[in-house]
Each structure stands twice: as structure tokens, then as C-alpha cells.
DNA sequence: GGAATAGTGTCTGTAAGACATTATTAG
DNA sequence: CTAATAATGTCTTACAGACACTATTCC
């Protein structure tokens, strides 16, 4: 079939069926030291009743991906994008059939952004709400197993487990944790980060000393926080964002096993 | 806007006009120490005589994404996917334009393949060929300079630009540099892999030391050439791909600045 | 023989991880 | 005072890069 065929093709329904294309939004913080994915309860069918991530159509040709992502995350959270929250092209989905009602293209967004409200529920939701990770119970492969609390629609659980897996390698090599933290922060809150992130414990002396050696990473403010922990020690000096793009040298996970065969 | 309505807008092409979706691939390769991509010549309008990645329509709803692009890429070359290429997914663009005759969303693919025979070109395209990726003078952003002996169509310069920059991070932690080499290859031809793409000289002796000491990123298989090298040498050991995904220790580039601020 | 190349040995600076230590704060 | 924590210091090991060196092959 010629390129032109295939392109009149495209105006004929009966034989390349309407294709709607999406985005959906991948949108992480953190509270209480866990991490927590923006979620909307689904009002009406298919799959009524059940979670998913906050998205919608694109109208290509009028707007780009990017800004349709922003968007979305806009209508759910108020966050602006060209602001402190990073947004990411994550990855699109296609397979048949994740789209019960006709073929949908959905392009995937990631973002990280500091503790914010509670979203409001949209008119086609009956509920959002940043939903601990943890309570969906997902598996290394991006499923779910039978008994979790709230379940995923189409086939968010995959898209979120891209994302939580693109979220710990975006650690690593860039400065954006900072972006789950407000504008001024001190060292222990950004290894709380990374200890959510990573889920596993870091040592506080070295993380601390391997952050301030990465130029770029933070830079002090010169004030400290008002008052000390909650449960002692000195008052912890406070840092804000620094102007690196990447980290060099990376912070590694650890818990990476050599040679991921 | 409700789910419903937005649903039911999509079969409106008064009001979403229709989209396609189609999948465009980067295949790269190596032919005497310079990175080639595959290009078609386009043999009708928009963007007659210009040059594009090799490409086509998806049947969204009928076959998967990764699916599509490997038909693309066999359809091009003859390489089956599940074999000694690597395909994976680059990202997707869908800005506003970059098809003037309809809205068009491209899922970009990058591929990596041994040397192999000059394509067939297509029954839509005039000419189809490996194309020497520093003869298109692409710029960093992934521009074209105005006196580019071949030009590219729609925002494909960008694609291929992004498609290079991936390649030159997977290096850097996969042992996809391999992808590039027959099944056997000596550690100076992957060298050789690596300094092509990076653009820049390695040290021989302290890569050899490297590669060997990264578990699973090659295994031996007791040969050797059968002759030295062109100018002199003795005779190299012979090497296959080894078991591991990912690189550890990572094989850094060299040249990349501290802090990209 | 001369030049080029495969592969190894050695040394040095840097960085990561384990652990210890000091100072400061809450309760 | 006691416990917890921020921040720094020390030591060991691993690795990257620079350089030297040997052995082998082509011309």
C-alpha cells in the first residue's frame, strides 16, 4: 500500500476504525514518607468504579503533547508546569483492546511535584485523591495481584510501574529529587526522598557528604531550619536547588544487583 | 468536558479531525567507522526528494506499537526482531503541523543492527539507502544547516537527533554496543563501536581491561582471527555478547562534562 | 627490519562504603 | 540527663585514566 493510499486509508472508518489518542499522567509526591500517585475514581463505564490516572483526549493538530499533558495535570492538582514541578514524556501504549470502547493511542507523562492539597473530584470522576503507592500493591511486572483495595482501569498499573521505574533511575543521574520538596530544603529531607523512592535506607553520613561533593546539586541559603528534629539534634542547615542538569558523579542505588541478567 | 462527550467527539471530525498514528523507526548501523542511518527517499508530495525515516500507518486496535515498528524495520531491511536486532521505543512527537496534510502522531523507534545489505527502495519511495549520519549536518538541537546535501522531511532531523543522543547514553550502561557486531567480534571492533558513536578516541588498552572486567558484558569463545590486523598486529580473541542487560560498573563517556548546568 | 596493533602490568587520583566522632537539640 | 540527629573525619577498597611494556603480525 502506497503512502497515499494508506493516507486517504485514514479517512475511511470502515477500514481504519477512528482512533482516539490520550495522555495520561504518571503524577508522583511524597507524604509521610511515602510515595503517593494521582488518581481519579472513574464514574461511569468502563471500568466504573475503579482507579485511574488522570488523562484525556488530545486534540493533535491544535496542541502539542506536552502542553496537553501539562494540562491534565493542571485541571487535577493547580500545579502550573513551567513552575517547580518537572513533567516528562514517560512512554505510549497502543496494544488492542487496552480501550475497551475503540483503538486509543495513549501517550504517557511523569511528574514529580512537591506535598500538595487534595485534587478536587472532576465532573467525569467521582473521586481523586493522591493514593499511596503501596496500598496498589503493584508487581515488579506491573500488576495486580486480585486483592488489592483499588484497582487499576485499562492498563494503568503497567503505565505506573514505567513510571515508578523511570521515577528511581531519574534519581540516580539528575537533581530532581528536589522536585518532591519545596523550594528551600535540608539534606535529610532529600535523602528522605530518595529513601522513599528507592525504598531501602541510605546512610546518612555518606549521602550527606556525596551530595554536597556534586557541584551543582544544592546550594546553601546560609539560614538553618527554626528549630531541631522531632526527636532531637542540632538544627539542619537548609539548601535550595542547585543549577546541574545531571549529577556527575551519579548517586547509585545500591541495591542494585551487578549485572541484571 | 465529560469522558463521554469527549468520546462520542472523536467520531466528530468537524470537531476532532481524524489522526492518524504512525510509527517511524531511526535504524542505525556502522559501516567504516561512521554511524549510518536508514532513509527513504519520498517519491510524492509533501516533502518530494526530501529524505524521511523509514515509516508507515499503524492499524491501532489490530497490532501493537513495537509490533508496527518491526514490520517497518523488516520491511526495510530484512531483519526479523526477534534476532540480533535491538528495537526499542524513543518517544513520541505529535506538535501541531509537522504534517501539513493531517494531524499525525509518530511513535518513534530507535534500532540497532550489524552492517548489512543496501535496502530495496519501497513501491512509495524513489530511493532507499544507508545514509552517513555526519553527511546530514545535524546540529545539537537537531537542526539542519540550509546547505545539507540531503534534507529531511517533516520533524524527522529532530527524531534522528534524539534517536543518536539515546544511543550514545545506551551505550553507557547496556551492552547494546554488541547489536552493532556480527555474533563474534573482538574487543578493538567493539571499541571501535563505541568510538563511532561517542564521536571521540578511547584508550585501547584501559577499554580492553574494562570491557573484560564488566561480568556477563562479553564471553569468550577460545578463537581468534584468522589474520591480524590491516597494518599489522597479531591476532585478536574472538568474543560473543554475554548474559547481563545492563552494565556494572557503567562504561562512561569520557567527554561529557561535569555537570551539564 | 620497521610500524602498527593486541593484550597486560603498574601507578595515581578519585570516589564509594563502613564506621567513628563531635556537636546540638527535644523531651 | 538521655536519646536522637546533623555534620564531619578516617580508613579501606574499587575503579578510571595515564603510561609503560611485551608479543605478534603485516608490509
Known amino acids: 500500500m502506497t503512502d497515499e493510499e494508506e493516507f486517504l486509508a485514514g479517512y475511511d472508518p470502515s477500514r481504519y476504525p477512528a482512533v482516539a489518542v490520550t495522555v495520561d499522567v504518571v503524577a508522583l509526591t511524597i507524604r509521610d514518607g511515602v510515595p503517593h500517585v494521582l488518581l481519579v475514581e472513574r464514574g461511569r463505564p468502563p471500568f466504573q ?128 529529587a528536589t522536585a518532591f520538596l519545596p523550594e528551600v530544603f535540608t ?20 549521602f550527606h557528604r556525596k551530595v554536597l561533593s556534586v557541584p551543582g546539586f544544592v546550594e546553601g541559603t546560609g539560614q538553618t531550619t527554626a528549630s531541631g528534629g522531632r526527636r532531637g539534634g542540632p538544627r539542619a542547615r537548609l539548601y535550595r536547588s542547585g543549577d546541574a542538569r545531571l549529577l556527575h558523579p551519579a548517586l547509585l542505588r545500591p541495591g542494585t544487583e551487578d549485572g541484571v541478567r
Open 49 to 176: 468504579g475503579l482507579w485511574a490516572l488522570p488523562g484525556g483526549f488530545v486534540k493533535v493538530g491544535a496542541e502539542d503533547l506536552d502542553t496537553a499533558a501539562a494540562r491534565e495535570l493542571a485541571e487535577e492538582t493547580g500545579l502550573e508546569t513551567p513552575g517547580r514541578v518537572h513533567l516528562e514524556q514517560l512512554a505510549t501504549y497502543g496494544d488492542p483492546g487496552r480501550d475497551p470502547r475503540m483503538p486509543v493511542v495513549s501517550v504517557a507523562y511523569l511528574a514529580f511535584g512537591p506535598t500538595m492539597a487534595d485534587p478536587q473530584a472532576g465532573s467525569d470522576a467521582s473521586d481523586a485523591a493522591w493514593v499511596p503507592v503501596p496500598s496498589l500493591g503493584l508487581t515488579a511486572s506491573g500488576a495486580q495481584p486480585p486483592g488489592a483495595t483499588r484497582r487499576l482501569a485499562f492498563d494503568h498499573a503497567r503505565i505506573l510501574s514505567d513510571g515508578l521505574e523511570r521515577a528511581r533511575g531519574k534519581l540516580e543521574y539528575t537533581p530532581l
Open 187 to 206: 539534606i535529610p529531607e532529600l535523602r528522605a526522598v530518595y529513601e522513599c523512592v528507592w525504598g531501602e535506607a541510605l546512610h546518612a553520613g555518606n
